[in-house]
């Protein structure tokens, strides 16, 4: 399995606080079934991004570890003008692995109407927007037609795997799974930030879907659709469940 969405550097945002637990969640990982991780360190207001710290920081958690599994450097976007300037002038400082694809964070707080604009200037500029785990964001989960128009326009969507679980309540599991029942849910990643309250494994996860789902699903949202984001290579996932409605496609999301 690959996860495209782990805080796994050490001290520079809100996940590891020193490098010996870096190693232990990465260890933890592999244990578990994960072969590549990318470090995604937070690109927003309350922490200093530093691209070139944040490699040198990657290459020496790998060398600590070993060869697995493989570290992968991208971060996790949040939409302010500085950085949205910063990304569309050089995409690659803040995409995965330098590739086409970038994951973005939105606020609990509120959702610019502007962002169906910025997303389409991204996508000039050649890069996909992964929406991260909208099923734990109430503004998200409460007007998912506006992750369905995303969707429809070439934006994928990311979910956590302990939302599948249930770990982040019962209204994040439900949205997830609808999500996923809808093909509106393109990738699992752990969103993974320590050991024990948010531990970087997907195995359970990965096991629900093969159960509830089938194994075909289960490897398209946790091997194949990520090896392809991880390696920059375009994605052509199965187009949105249609609900039979005289409404637009998405209209059941409201």
Same mark, same amino acid.
């Given at each position: 399995?690959?996860?495209?969405?782990?805080?796994?550097?050490?001290?520079?945002?809100?996940?590891?606080?020193d490098?010996?637990?870096?190693?232990?969640?990465?260890?933890?990982?592999?244990?578990n079934?994960?072969?590549?991780?990318?470090?995604?360190?937070?690109a927003?207001?309350?922490?200093?991004?530093?691209?070139?710290?944040?490699?040198?920081?990657?290459?020496?958690?790998?060398?600590?570890?070993?060869?697995s599994?493989?570290?992968?450097?991208?971060?996790?976007?949040?939409?302010?003008?500085?950085?949205?300037?910063?990304?569309?002038?050089?995409?690659?400082?803040?995409?995965?692995?330098?590739g086409?694809?970038?994951?973005?964070?939105?606020?609990?707080l509120?959702?610019?109407?502007?962002?169906?604009?910025?997303?389409?200037?991204?996508?000039?500029?050649?890069?996909?927007?992964?929406?991260?785990?909208?099923?734990r964001?109430?503004?998200?989960?409460?007007?998912?037609?506006?992750?369905?128009?995303?969707?429809?326009?070439?934006?994928?969507?990311?979910?956590?795997?302990?939302?599948?679980?249930?770990?982040?309540?019962?209204?994040?599991?439900?949205?997830?799974?609808?999500?996923?029942?809808?093909?509106?849910?393109?990738?699992?990643?752990?969103?993974?930030?320590?050991? @024990?309250?948010?531990?970087?494994?997907?195995?359970?996860?990965?096991?629900?879907?093969?159960?509830?789902?089938?194994?075909?699903?289960?490897?398209?949202?946790?091997?194949?659709?990520?090896?392809?984001?991880?390696?920059?290579?375009?994605?052509?996932?199965?187009?949105? @469940?249609?609900?039979?409605?005289? @409404?637009?496609w998405?209209?059941?999301?409201?």
């Open positions: 399995m690959i996860d495209i969405h782990c805080h796994v550097l050490p001290g520079v945002d809100d996940g590891p606080e490098e010996a637990t870096s190693i232990a969640m990465c260890r933890l990982a592999a244990e079934g994960t072969t590549d991780v990318v470090a995604t360190p937070h927003n207001a309350n922490y200093e991004y530093s691209p070139e710290r944040n490699e040198e920081m990657r290459r020496q958690l790998q060398a600590a570890v070993g060869p599994p493989r570290i992968h450097l991208g971060c996790d976007f949040h939409l302010s003008y500085d950085n949205i300037e910063a990304a569309l002038a050089d995409p690659a400082q803040f995409t995965i692995n330098g086409r694809y970038l994951l973005v964070e939105f606020s609990d509120i959702i610019s109407q502007g962002t169906s604009e910025v997303f389409a200037r991204m996508q000039e500029a050649g890069v996909t927007p992964i929406i991260t785990h909208p099923e964001n109430p503004l998200l989960r409460d007007h998912r037609s506006r992750l369905a128009a995303w969707v429809h326009r070439g934006c994928l969507i990311q979910i956590t795997a302990d939302s599948l679980l249930g770990r982040f309540g019962r209204h994040a599991q439900s949205a997830a799974i609808a999500l996923v029942d809808a093909n509106l849910a393109h990738i699992v990643a752990s969103d993974g930030h320590d050991l @024990k309250e948010r531990p970087p494994v997907l195995a359970g996860s990965f096991e629900f879907v093969v159960d509830r789902w089938g194994e075909d699903l289960a490897q398209d949202l946790f091997v194949d659709r990520p090896r392809a984001v991880v390696d920059g290579k375009p994605l052509q996932p199965p187009a949105p @469940k249609r609900r039979h409605s005289k @409404k637009t998405w209209a059941f999301w409201r």
